[in-house]
């Protein structure tokens, strides 16, 4: 079976701190992708990437950087968290662009 | 740019009457489009995917969606829910246009099933 892990399911943070968060894929996805959940607002794409070092920004990269040193692993920056950062990030990774994206279980982070 | 619009945010219905999630999708090339669903402090899992050819696609659990290139709408149907229907549906666009490999979900659609 396909695997995305994130490294947190929950996590608290307080405002100015820098967070990162971890995604890990197990099937030599070249696209991963990180996304926030945030209710009556879908899934808003942050940034994804199509191979390693390589990223593009999706709809609301603001406040946010990410990383991708491995193939398997893609990271996402908060370089100074707030509030109004506190959401459900998901992670997910695929093939190509008309093959299934997998989804982690998401880590829902708050910050304070 | 592509976008996703899903026309309800919220769909209550009684259990064993039909249901159609709305959704309709803009974007300047050809397209790739999928139904995942996501139970309560789950993930989002595949439910069904258009690729090309027919365009009345069969997913899992009993679930089929149409894909309508006029109208742009991937609407996603199911003849009898269940109360395990119960969760957030979203619809997701993907294409080979400018934004490369990006894919874009609508807002969800919340299902709620009744007994």
């Known amino acids: 079976d396909v695997k995305v892990t994130q490294s947190s399911r929950y996590l608290v943070k307080r405002t100015g701190e820098k967070v990162f968060l971890e995604c890990v894929q197990d099937?030599?996805?070249?696209?991963m992708f990180w996304y926030r959940q945030d209710p009556g607002l879908g899934l808003r794409l942050i940034y994804f990437s199509y191979d390693v070092k390589m990223k593009e920004k999706g709809d609301i990269p603001e406040g946010y950087s990410v990383s991708r040193e491995k193939k398997e692993r893609f990271s996402l920056i908060l370089e100074s968290a707030s509030t109004n950062q506190t959401s459900m990030y998901l992670c997910a990774s695929r093939t190509t662009v008309n093959t299934e994206a997998f989804f982690g279980q998401g880590t829902r982070l708050t910050v304070v | 740019a592509q976008s996703v619009t899903q026309l309800d945010s919220q769909v209550p219905v009684f259990e064993e009457a039909p249901v159609e999630l709305r959704c309709n999708y803009s974007?300047?090339?050809?397209?790739?489009l999928f139904w995942y669903v996501q139970y309560p402090n789950q993930g989002l899992q595949l439910l069904l995917k258009y690729l090309s050819g027919s365009t009345l696609v069969k997913g899992i659990n009993g679930f089929e969606a149409e894909f309508n290139k006029s109208q742009t709408s991937f609407h996603l149907r199911k003849p009898s829910v269940h109360i395990s229907d119960t969760a957030e549906y979203f619809c997701?666009?993907?294409?080979?246009?400018?934004?490369?490999?990006?894919?874009?979900f609508g807002g969800g659609t919340r299902l709620m099933v009744k007994p």
């Open positions: 099937m030599d996805h070249e696209n």
């Open positions: 974007s300047s090339v050809s397209v790739y």
């Open positions: 997701a666009v993907s294409d080979y246009g400018n934004a490369g490999n990006m894919l874009t």
